[in-house]
DNA sequence: CACAATCGTAATCAAACCGTAACATGCGGC
DNA sequence: GCCGCATGTTACGGTTTGATTACGATTGTG
């Protein structure tokens, strides 16, 4: 997250008091914003700013939210462009129709600010995930880990791992945050073929958290679902 | 949309002229209508034709509009059947302000048949959306609901939910401002199979509320017909 | 072939969750 | 204003779920 620091934000909002609202609040998480009070002023800044997100108001003057969002989606640069929507609650009745085709999230008014930073952060994590299919390294505070020497490290020391520990480990770690349950990890860590019960995954975490204490508090068994790795990396020693 | 040429709509109104009035409009929209004079004559064609939609008056000879709401969302198979209830200017003070009903929206007396079919086509369209909605993240003021994570957060401070609490929550948010009756919430949270009083719900809506206190005003209680998430979200903090 | 490492299963144990029942309160109808 | 039903609230015990440990099977290796 900590790449994140030169984002850009994009705030299409036609109601100062909001726009501004908002602008403080993306400020404080060390965003950097820009104002649209438009559908057209967007489009211009769009171009110009190139922002990495944009937060877009649904009733606009001139050119309104929907038509912003298609236009967003339609121009190749944009179309991936991830998009928060803001739509009032009363609006919803007629108007909502269009938000089929492509806001990533949507809040509704009224709304807090907090909610909404929390909501920008959930939105570019989730997309920082998509994008780590590749990655052949990772780390979780003073842990790390190396696809292409299969190798585990804690604060430099190297940790040995079994196969299905260390599949497992990579397996939480692509996926931080997110709760997964048993029958995925089996599905993906174990193969979609495999026939086992789901307490073979409760024994490997164990496992895992034997190995490296670490993770004693950062894998969270969720009852009745499945276990999560937290987000909160614990700092370093 | 266009796979809502055969939608059925019965009107419940007595009087005749407003019921052609009715039935010529939504006709022209190509909507298919039986009409109902009284309130047993309704609940006869809810059986015989199981329409899409209900348009109801309140004042009804024999059994009034608000009892014929209520059967409908007490019979298991038309608890989710959307109404839009006719209502008197009048009448609004005393009976409608407390009760809340269980309609899904209302049209106030006089009306002109073409707002009410864009109410018609607007609750079409939201309840449409509802059914295919995808999200995975909603917000309700500074509430925010993060289902990848199983996260549940007011003001950024995570709260612990269970499972039953988190699909409970889940479902209210999804279906912010309709009744639901127990029923409905034990079907589709606990499950088609599950068998239990419908208590069990009251004491989950207990829970929630005692872990959120958000919750205490915004979840209503309708008496005789079950709960609902305020439409309204409370202002931020 | 023997040994070691790894893995899955089963058994045991603890804790959380959940449903029910029982009591309390409130609300509408008469 | 009283009665009765619907809902709010609380507490308790059973059941489910997960943690943990131990063991036996399997695999790979020297």
Redesign the interface.
Known sequence: MSGRTLTKILIVEDEPEIAQLVNLYMGKEGFRTSVAKSGGEALKLLKSERPDLVILDLMLPEIDGIEVCKRIRNAPDTALLPIIMLTA?AE???T??G??LGAD???????????L???VK?LFR?LDRETSDQRLSFSFGPLAMDLSRHEVTVNGKEVSLTAKEFGLLEYLLRHQ???LTRDVLLNTVWGYDYYGTTRTVDVHIRRLKLKIPLLNDAIIS????GY?LS?QAPALS
Chains 1, 2 share one sequence.
């Open positions: 609650k919803e009745s007629d909502i129709v938000l089929e999230d949507y809040v509704t008014k009224p709304f807090s600010p907090k909610a930073v929390a909501r959930a989730r945050g997110r709760v969720i009852k009745s679902l999560k987000d």
